[in-house]
DNA sequence: GCTGAACTTGACGCCCCCGTCACCTTCTGG
DNA sequence: CCAGAAGGTGACGGGGGCGTCAAGTTCAGC
């Protein structure tokens, strides 16, 4: 996580020199999530992050060999949290209404937690899918769908196109999600029960 | 469009120059598209572009000013022409089933039919998203919701959430039709079943 | 304090892109 | 067949990014 408390942080007291190492590299993990929101990845140059901090162009390389890394490093620290997230609200519910309404419903509020985050993703969506084999996205519906296949071995959901399934629910969470961002009030109670409904009925349907 | 016959195109005998014209214009539509798709529109240069043709630097400046043109002019071509279609193929539809059904597989269709815009489309819809005000996807959406309401107002669907299930059915086809294309035998027939299923039983169901 | 390791800095050489334009080739209309 | 317009060409100046590295600064530990 780069906003907010930073998780499970060891309490040591920091000397001065450690405490610098962090802060650049943290400065260099912002610039470069807001960067790669504005302008996308592509577009994005080295100079550019190293603009947004104020560090000099060399610094930049004593902590990432290159742009990438840098991306490499903000899907760690954050679409990987997310998809931990996803997941194990999922697989708390016991039914198939709590299944999918949590799932969705901590997918949402991770997206209203760290809206800096979520643009850098939805923007660079597509870059990330071509450029990592397991890029959050496809990673995330591949364990859905693994969920969803459990959950039909159980009885808990009827027999269906888990594959197609699980992609449809990652993309509609992904596009529903992207417009509750751009509401001025986003409210993921309602973005939840839109798709939850949706996904319910669907799940909950025998196949024609 | 660009591959293909071109629509209704004006069957006149051209001269050699005319003919020259277009097949210029043509080919750095064409090598725009697999450079976009391959590297992403901010990576790509104009450079990249024409070296994906035989033509020279500045012959690139007689036909468009700069990359963002070739893509604004690729979009032109092809995903309204896409959205066109998939709108066509739901209005005729008389029922909810057919509405839906129809819709998915007009756009599965249009998938596979063009699949090299396909795939340049999902890698840049980040940028294309952020870059246009009327970008396909969007406007794509919001005809989408349109045509909801006017079925909710008709008696023909019942009452929902029109704008989160519009954008649900956008996202579920985008992704759905990704993982299709990625197959080695896509399936439209599978795809438009999966998503069809699924949002008939979704639109048909009271709100809970 | 003092020293040496750790870290930061920004100028540097190399490379490539941008958009242009003077020159050349090719086609059209007469 | 010719003249002139239309269009193609690629070298050019200006700009900027890349990754490096020698010099300078700052801290930790004694």
Redesign the interface.
Known sequence: MIAGAGGAAPEVELGRRERTKQANRTAILLAARAVFAD??????TVRDIVRGTDLATGTFYNYFPDKESVLRALLEDTAGEARVRVRTARRDGATLEAFVRDGFRAYFDFLLEDPATSRML??????I??MFDEPSMVAG?EELTEDLRAGVAAGLIPQ??V???A??????????G??MLEAEQPDPG??T???S???I??L??R??
């Open positions: 302008i996308g990845f592509g577009a994005a939805s923007r660079n969506a597509g870059t899918r071509a519906t269906h196109d594959e197609y399934m992609a449809s629910m990652v993309g509609a969470a992904f596009e529903v992207a417009r309602r973005a029960d839109a798709v409904d949706l996904f009925a669907g909950s349907a196949r024609t």
